[in-house]
């Protein structure tokens, strides 16, 4: 089993950046699936990214990246825009193919216009 605790959320104007780190406990780190979601009020959880894919909305911008030396898995957020805010959530999935299955507690981003 693996735990998982999002941490770095924040306020920052348009334009900005954040880099959320998700730092992960419990043993074989490096063989989890890791991802990344996000939910906007009122809104369904929606995919933000994974170590190979990223939704459309974020690509170009955002970037996912681990250090299993440390068991932390990292998000990017470049040059952020309103629609932007939201919960963000890490999630973990045992391998590359089953689904995702441990989650956070999320950290809240929110971006000003």
């Known amino acids: 089993q693996v735990q998982l605790v999002e941490s770095g959320g924040g306020w920052v104007q348009a334009g900005g950046s954040l880099s959320p780190p998700c730092a992960a406990s419990g043993r074989s780190f490096s063989n989890y699936r890791m991802g990344w979601f996000r939910q906007a009020p009122g809104k369904e959880r929606e995919f933000v990214a994974d170590i190979t894919h990223y939704a459309e909305s974020v690509k170009g911008r955002f970037t996912i990246s681990r250090d299993n030396a440390k068991n932390t898995v990292y998000l990017q957020m470049n040059r952020l825009k309103p629609e932007d805010t939201a919960v963000y959530y890490c999630?973990?999935?045992?391998?590359?193919?089953?689904?995702?299955?441990?989650w956070g507690q999320g950290t809240q981003v929110t971006v000003s216009s």
């Open positions: 999630a973990a999935a045992p391998t590359v193919w089953s689904s995702y299955s441990y």
